[in-house]
């Protein structure tokens, strides 16, 4: 892969686009590199992903705006599905994905860090979705998302404003979790990523799907789903070991791999 690397650091694996000439601007071949990141994590011994932007003035500065400018109607469409396609890879992905947003998330660098499940942030990052100034609405989902994570109406301000907001207002509305000096970010994602490893994967990756699954049905229908996810936990090696060490006051011992049992 060209444009995104992977370190893996023991169960946390970080994802670098790596594109700063071009503040990590997604195109096609960055798209399809970060497709195929996510494709290789080994998911059996990976618990966190941690996915950044290289350099430090940029997590994505948006999509390539010399490779749209030319685009037809059906050009722009297959874009638009390109880059959902692989966001809502992300964002069902299996594992937990922090994004460590690093200065620019701006269009398609904040749908990509929408797409995460937590989002932290560096204390000179900014956002927004810039779209309409250019003559297009979002296309990677950003007219969905952002208005789920920050309310409808602060997101059809920032999208028919197109007005970028820094650091300390992304916090106050929501959108990120947290704000670090620029040298502390990638510390700060990684150890928040090893937390979450140290957890019972079986029961993260529940409580994923159970957050997402439920969010697109009614309360009824997402407690079913609770349901069905929490019984699964029961007569795993992480549910025994876990709840036997928490009654005699013991450690618990993690399978070093994941597995269904």
């Known amino acids: 892969m060209s444009f995104v690397n992977c370190e893996v650091q023991g169960a946390v694996a970080v994802l670098t686009i790596d594109r700063p000439k071009a503040l990590n601007a997604l195109n096609p071949e960055v798209l ?3 497709k195929a990141a996510f494709e290789g994590i080994d998911q059996n011994a990976v618990r966190c992903v941690v996915l950044t932007g290289a350099g430090d003035k940029s997590f994505v500065a948006g999509a390539d705006i010399g490779s749209m400018s030319t685009m037809t109607k059906a050009e722009g469409e297959a874009f638009g599905k390109l880059g ?23 269009g398609g660098g904040c749908e990509l860090a929408m797409s995460c499940d937590i ?7 900014m956002f927004g979705q810039p779209e309409v100034g250019l003559g297009i609405t979002p296309g990677f989902g950003g007219t969905q998302r952002l208005a789920r994570l920050v309310g409808m109406g602060m997101a059809k301000q920032m999208l028919y404003t197109a007005r970028n907001i820094d650091a300390n207002e992304a916090l106050r509305i929501g959108l990120v979790n947290a704000v670090y ?20 994967p079986i029961a993260v990756r529940g409580c994923k799907k159970a957050v ?4 697109q049905v009614s ?42 049992n």
Do not use: Y
């Open 32 to 34: 399809a590199d970060l």
């Open 84 to 106: 959902n396609d692989i966001f809502l890879a992300i964002e069902s992905f299996p594992l937990p994905v922090i994004a460590a947003v690093n200065g620019f998330a701006l």
């Open 119 to 125: 989002r932290i942030c560096s204390d000179n990052a």
């Open 181 to 200: 000096p620029q040298a502390d970010l990638m510390e700060a994602a990684v150890k928040m990523a090893n937390t979450i490893a140290k957890n019972a």
């Open 212 to 215: 997402n699954d439920g969010m």
């Open 219 to 260: 309360i009824d229908k997402a407690v079913e789903i609770e349901e069905k996810i929490f019984g699964g936990c029961f007569e795993t090696h992480d549910q025994v070991e876990g709840m036997a060490c928490f009654l005699s006051r013991e450690k618990p011992k993690p399978k070093a791999v994941f597995t269904n």
